[in-house]
């Protein structure tokens, strides 16, 4: 089973992680011992029981699990890792208090007043609850069915009213990867406008001040062809589908996106995905950071 240290870069200021090289063969709570000296053996247990030591992408439990030379043992210091992902998403961190998520493009958010189809918070509510039935997950912001990528739920409505109340000061970054139609020649540039929804929910553009909701967006090419352009994408606002808006009134519609005025469907799914997520937790305090790779199949349209 793969880790979801596999499916993530995690950089925070603090090591979340140990990487301890195996040079003898050994037990797995011996070799434990030893690397770590400064935790006790019940300790160590309690690490093996929560899931939190993996041997070659795999978790273990075991305490005399044989170690061979050359293996690696990962130490997840501050998360638990999940035996079993749920479908459609992959859990990235989990503590008490909040749920990282990578989702799969495809798999709503939430449900809407038309939409009761499975959502990414239907399956993590369905995973606190076999827990305890009691237990709950909150929302706190989304993401568009099509794109993929980090999103982060709470596990209280107390840790939900902290985030976001503070939203803009807690989360310290929040960037998309999003390939657009054509060639983008101005290597970076902000976007700056007021953002109204029509009876059709279509989101719409304007530069008149206070015109509906101030929409910011920052970008950078990444790569680009004659066809296509990689964007790295800050949003400094989060506004309903922002960035889809801002990339058809600079003249680039992200690929696959038929609703704000994309000719291209190269990759079968929309061409957005949020790769970084950088808040402070809103418990402990520490700064937390995911990074996600960039899909493939973005990339594979620039390696030809």
Not at 40 to 52: E, T, V, W
Not at 142 to 162: C, I, N, P, W, Y
Not at 198 to 210: C, V
Not at 272 to 277: D, E, N, T
Request: proline share 3%; aromatic share 6%.
């Amino acid at each position: 089973m793969h880790t979801p240290s596999n499916k993530l870069i995690t950089k925070t200021g603090k090591e979340r992680q140990s990487h301890l090289e195996v040079t003898e063969a050994a037990e797995l709570m011996k070799f434990l011992i030893g690397a770590i000296p400064s935790k006790s053996r019940s300790d160590i247990k309690s690490l093996l029981a929560h899931h939190q030591i993996s041997v070659g992408n795999e978790v273990i439990t075991q305490y005399n699990y044989p170690l061979e030379i050359g293996q690696q043992v990962v130490v997840n210091w501050t998360k638990v890792l999940i035996e079993k992902q749920p479908e459609g998403l992959n859990i990235v961190f989990e503590d008490l208090h909040i749920i990282i998520i990578e989702k799969q493009a495809g798999l709503l958010s939430i449900a809407t007043a038309t939409e009761k189809e499975q959502t990414a918070y239907s399956i993590l509510s369905e995973h606190v609850k076999k827990r305890d039935p009691k237990n709950k997950i909150f929302v706190l912001h989304r993401l568009d069915r099509e794109t993929s990528g980090v999103m982060m739920f709470a596990k209280s409505e107390k840790v939900q009213q902290l985030l976001q109340n503070a939203w803009k000061e807690v989360v310290l970054e929040r960037s998309y990867v999003a390939v657009v139609e054509g060639l983008v020649t101005k290597e970076q540039g902000t976007i700056t406008s007021w953002l109204t929804e029509s009876k059709a929910f279509i989101m719409y553009s304007s530069r008149t001040p206070n015109a509906g909701q101030k929409a910011v967006t920052h970008y950078q090419v990444l790569q680009k062809n004659k066809n296509y352009s990689l964007l790295e994408v800050k949003l400094e606002t989060g506004r309903k589908n922002q960035i889809r808006v801002h990339m058809k009134e600079i003249g680039h519609s992200v690929i696959g996106d038929k609703k704000y005025g994309a000719t291209k469907h190269p990759i079968g799914r929309l061409g957005l995905h949020a790769r970084v997520l950088a808040f402070k937790h809103p418990i402990t305090g520490e700064d937390i950071r995911y990074e996600t790779d960039i899909p493939k199949e973005f990339l594979n349209l620039f390696s030809q």
